[in-house]
């Protein structure tokens, strides 16, 4: 089952939605359920100013997403990159083991926005 931490994220998701001057966009997918994330970065002097998201997946996903950006919010993106997968169930109160892997994507989305952001 869900934590109510994690419903909340859920079902109130906090940061959603695109960004018009985003300064990095970082997407990526889950080849197994189809599922697609997208982050979206504000950065100033190195520092992750906003961050939201795009997500089209599973309460795990949604959950994981608006948290990794709440998470970023005030960060260098050397801090920001070393926030872990755990970090995030962790933030939600656990997730069901069955839907652990849903949290990769909102860290690999981020390690793809950096990753443009340096090109
Ligand atoms: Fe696709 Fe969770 S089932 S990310």
Redesign the pocket.
């Known amino acids: 089952m869900y934590s109510k931490k994690a419903m909340s994220y859920f079902k109130k998701p906090v940061n959603i939605g695109g960004m018009d001057d985003a300064d990095a966009i970082g997407e990526v997918g ?1 080849l ?4 697609v994330m997208k982050i979206y970065l504000k950065i100033k002097d190195n520092v992750i100013t906003k961050a939201t998201f795009e997500t089209f ?2 309460v ?2 949604i959950a994981s997403s608006s948290m990794l950006t709440e998470m970023v919010k005030g960060k260098t993106i050397e801090e920001a990159l070393k926030i872990t997968k755990q970090d995030v169930i962790d933030a939600l109160d656990g997730l069901p083991a069955i ?1 652990i ?2 949290s990769v ?1 909102a860290t690999e989305a981020l390690a793809k926005a950096v990753e443009n952001y340096r090109k």
Do not use: E, Q, R, W
Request: glycine share 16%.
């Open positions: 889950n197994v359920c189809g599922d997946g599973c795990s996903a839907k892997h849903c994507l």
